[in-house]
């Protein structure tokens, strides 16, 4: 280990989290989160890296029962909409799938972008004027490591129009909706993600999707390709 790095059982809760980080939407329970548990998953959101500093993530906490049926009805349209898209056994595995938690979960959390914070020149952002919404989605992925080292599920809820999704939430304009999240204690953390187990797609594997130097080069570090090829299970 060198003097930066985090001793063995730190640095292998990290990757423990990461391992075992799931979108939980079948296993929550009604119990509440603590307080200060909520607090610790926000202040680890709010801790994200973003581009020049700009910062540009609200939290909206969400715990009433009238908006979380109102954002459902909103997913039950948009499921209807998206089940169209597929046919024969795969629109039958599509509708027999639970992609939402929305009132089953105490807290349901949408992540928002500013997109005018840190005004109309923000260091960095110049070239890649989407990098706010990268820098919210550090964000998200921050706030469900942590979730997952605190035992509490997170379920990402996508199939939802963001315009009405914003206007149910009294966004402002110039700010959008990037995640909305069902967050809770739950029954179960499932040995693999929900998809995978249900048949729906496998985890590619990592050695198909490297490239070295340009992307028509294969990566020729035979030391490399066998550690990637390795368990993803230790330190």
């Known amino acids: 280990m060198n003097e930066h790095g985090f001793p063995d059982e730190q640095r292998e809760g990290l990757y423990r989290a990461i391992r075992e980080r799931r979108d939980v939407r079948s296993q ?3 119990d509440p989160i603590a307080p200060d548990v909520l607090a610790r998953l926000l202040r680890a959101a709010h801790h994200a890296p ?3 500093f700009m910062q540009p993530w609200d939290f909206v906490v969400i715990d009433s029962i009238e908006i979380k049926r109102a954002v459902k009805a909103l997913y039950e349209k948009a499921n209807a909409e998206a089940a169209g898209h597929y046919t024969d056994e795969r629109a ?5 799938l639970k992609l939402e938690g929305i009132v089953d979960s105490p807290i349901n959390l949408c992540i928002t972008c500013d997109r005018q914070r840190g005004g109309p020149h923000v260091l960095g ?5 989407e990098t706010d919404l990268f820098s919210t989605c550090l964000a998200v992925q921050n706030l469900w490591l942590a979730a997952r080292a605190e035992g509490i599920g997170v379920g990402w809820v996508s199939i939802v129009d963001p315009a009405q999704l914003a206007d149910t939430l009294g966004l402002p304009a110039h700010v959008q909706p990037v995640a909305y999240l069902c967050l809770g204690h739950v029954s179960e953390f499932l040995p693999r993600p929900e998809l995978e187990i249900a048949g729906w797609r496998s985890r590619i594997p990592l050695e198909q999707l490297l490239h070295s130097n340009t992307w028509n080069s294969a990566v020729e570090d035979d030391a490399l390709m066998a550690a990637v090829r390795g368990p993803f299970d230790s330190i």
Not at 92 to 96: A, E, K, N, V
Not at 125 to 129: A, Q
């Open 28 to 30: 929550f329970l009604p």
């Open 50 to 52: 973003s581009v020049g």
């Open 92 to 96: 039958t595995l599509y509708r027999r």
């Open 125 to 129: 952002r110049n070239t890649m004027l």
